[in-house]
């Protein structure tokens, strides 16, 4: 397979080391990474098993090799055939393939963040035992590998209770159900759907009310608190970000150092880390889940447009050994809202983009709808059709125009009458 460059660069890239990207996320900060490698006189190359998924690497020429990336030692052969000086580094943006990149980044010596710890992270049973014993503050929860025992485990546990895989990612499979009938009924269409769900088990939490927050974290440190707002229950999807989250200073720092003691009790101390908590009232930060990557949602651009600091060059850096600099922070705000249909259908079309960029404050608006395109829920991140993004000097003005910006947009549906639009 050719391997042509990336962009506008000069040359083919020979001599250059590689950075591998063993599959990526759909959207995002996949295409980040490929551009931060380049940025830093890497050579990206994508390794996916249907590299059809990832529209971004055809836009770029992005090289690529077909593997089976589920095989642990097809992906370290195709690393270690690769041209010379060979790879520099190994990374995912994907959650599902973190652990086989820092398996096979061990394996030939380069960074890599400690495979144990991921797996412990993974696994959201593994990771909520090591957090309680050490003291970090957890909903009360059960693992069930059956209905009858998650409805159980909601009677136990009383009111409201979240049942979720305990393998997962962007919200998927994740449902607040109400009482212990709900929770069996939910635990059952995990359990057994397993084209949509491939779980063996399912947690089963005590609901924790609440606004949520998540923490960046890279290398043990905290990166800053980012306010997430979430859909309509009762699923969780989220449909907005805000950083840094308009927070006191004092419960900041309380959110950075409950996110750091999670760190630690799993041991995850080298690379990122997105920790997900929610703040009950008049209670102390409680952490709902530690995934072993950079945040998706794309909060990185978040915070690379509020504060100056890019994470995703951080993560390649450290990935190849390569220093980081630093530099002076912006000390602005920004605002991300996602455009999420209220209903399924056939498009017809999507207005508003021009209009939603023509905004003062606006740096990114995005749709990639198409006319003929059909729109379902899945109830999950994948329901986010498209973008805006803002920044502002203080946090409330971000959110207004980000808030502003997401109105200007209409998906149009092809059952509408004639110059009807419905978000």
């Known amino acids: ?7 506008t660069s000069t040359s083919d890239g020979a001599g250059r080391p590689w950075l591998v990207l063993v599959e990526s996320n759909t959207t995002g900060t996949g295409r980040d990474f490929a551009e931060a490698a380049v940025r830093r006189g890497l050579r990206p190359v994508l390794l996916a098993r249907d590299p059809r998924r990832y529209p971004y690497a055809g836009e770029l020429g992005l090289p690529l090799r077909v593997v089976d990336t589920g095989d642990l030692s097809e992906v370290e052969a195709v690393c270690r055939a690769l041209a010379p000086p060979g790879p520099a580094g190994i990374l995912s943006s994907s959650e599902f393939f973190v652990p086989a990149a820092a398996r096979v980044a061990a394996r030939l010596g380069l960074p890599a ?28 929860f059960v693992a069930c590998d ?43 269409r995990l359990l057994t759907d397993g084209r ?18 998540s923490v960046e974290i890279l290398d043990g440190k905290p990166a800053g608190v980012t306010r997430k707002h979430v859909g309509q229950a009762p699923y969780f999807v989220e449909t907005g970000h805000d950083h840094p989250a308009p927070l006191p200073a004092g419960e900041a720092v309380a959110l950075h150092e409950v996110a750091v003691r999670a760190v630690q009790a799993v041991g995850h101390s080298v690379g990122p880390a997105h920790v997900e908590l929610r703040v009950p009232p008049g ?3 409680t952490v709902i889940e530690i995934n072993p990557r950079l945040a998706g949602g794309l909060i990185p651009r978040l915070v690379r447009h509020a504060t100056g600091r890019d994470l995703v060059d951080e993560v390649v850096a450290g990935a190849a ?59 999950s991140f994948a329901d986010r059709q498209g973008h805006v993004m803002a920044v502002a000097p203080g946090s409330e003005a971000a959110a207004a125009l980000a808030d502003r910006a997401l109105a200007e947009i209409r998906i149009g549906y092809a059952d509408e009458r004639a110059g009807a639009t419905a978000r």
């Open 283 to 285: 209670g102390e930060p």
């Open 113 to 140: 963040q400690d495979p144990a710890a991921i797996e412990r992270c993974r696994d959201k049973a593994a990771q909520r035992w090591c957090l309680r014993a050490a003291g970090v503050p957890v909903p009360d």
């Open 321 to 379: 050994a390569l220093p980081v600099p630093g530099s002076p922070l912006a000390g602005r705000f920004a605002s991300i809202r996602f455009l999420v249909p209220q209903r399924p259908g056939l498009v017809a079309g999507v207005t508003g983009l021009a209009q939603a960029r023509a905004l003062p404050g606006i740096v990114e608006a995005y749709c990639p709808l198409q006319p003929g395109a059909v729109i379902g829920f899945e109830h």
């Open 196 to 213: 949509r769900f491939p779980v063996a088990r399912v947690l089963v939490e005590r609901e924790v009310a609440g606004p949520e927050f």
């Open 146 to 188: 059956t209905a009858a025992a998650a409805e159980r485990a909601a009677h136990r546990l009383g009111g409201p209770v979240v049942v979720k895989p305990v393998s997962g990612s962007g919200s998927a499979g994740v449902r607040r159900c109400a009482n212990p009938g709900a929770a069996r009924w939910w635990a059952d």
């Open 1 to 7: 397979m050719s391997e042509p460059a990336i962009e």
